[in-house]
């Protein structure tokens, strides 16, 4: 299994990002994916899920209007759009693949909001 997280960077509050979480190793179109992050000194959260189809989603409340999950399973591949981002969105995100009690992490893309 292996997860490549990229798309990340530094921007303006009120900005958008667009992060990518490129999959291999496994059948990803029948596995439900999820974003995590972590801040600094914070325990790991998640962020959004989804369905190997695509079908149902999971937001996180403080992310709720203003991330966006979405997945293409003829690419490997999951997104994550992020607009409208906060300060408080600053964080490594990390691109999560859960088999019963196994997880799967990819290594993190760091999202800076700063002015």
């Known amino acids: 299994v292996q997860l490549v997280e990229s798309g990340g960077g530094l921007v303006q509050p009120g900005g958008s990002l667009r992060l990518s979480c490129a999959a291999s190793g496994f059948t990803f179109s029948s596995t439900a994916m999820s974003w995590y992050r972590q801040a600094p000194g914070k325990e790991r959260e998640k962020v959004a899920g989804i369905s190997g189809a695509g079908g149902i989603f999971y937001y996180a409340d403080s992310v709720k209007g203003r991330f966006t999950i979405s997945r293409d399973n003829a690419k490997n591949t999951m997104y994550l759009q992020m607009n409208s981002l906060k300060p408080e969105d600053t964080a490594v995100y990390y691109c999560?693949?859960?088999?019963?009690?196994?997880?799967?992490w990819g290594q993190g893309t760091q999202v800076t909001v700063s002015s």
């Open positions: 999560n693949r859960r088999t019963g009690p196994f997880d799967s």
